[in-house]
């Protein structure tokens, strides 16, 4: 499952995933990326992982093609519960991108961290 907020120009763009990460979410996701992209760039973003299971099969080829396109991002929130932890395997997927993690009790942290 996947939700998208923030899509407007000036807001932070939020993407929301619960369990495991379908073809379609992708999809979704690759989209409002494409748009923010239009409207500014770079952008900051904020993941909010919760109950992370990964992806399926079938998402997995779309996952690493979206990744090439997260160069545009200069700085990301991860937000997660303790299903999802970053290592520097994935920071290193997206050079140049500021990522911090944070607890998901720290929701406004992460909000802040990405304005300043």
Known sequence: MI??????KG????????????????????????????????LNILFIFKNI???TTKALPKAWKILTQLRSIKKSAIVADETFSLN???EKLIPGVEVTQYPLQELDA??????G
């Open 3 to 8: 939700e998208i907020k923030g899509e407007e």
């Open 11 to 42: 807001q932070i763009l939020e993407v929301t995933t619960e369990g495991t990460a379908t073809q379609d979410d992708l999809e979704t996701f690759e989209e409002a990326l494409k748009a923010k992209k239009l409207q500014e760039e770079p």
């Open 53 to 55: 299971e990964g992806n």
């Open 88 to 90: 520097e395997k994935v």
């Open 110 to 115: 992460a909000r802040e961290w990405l304005r």
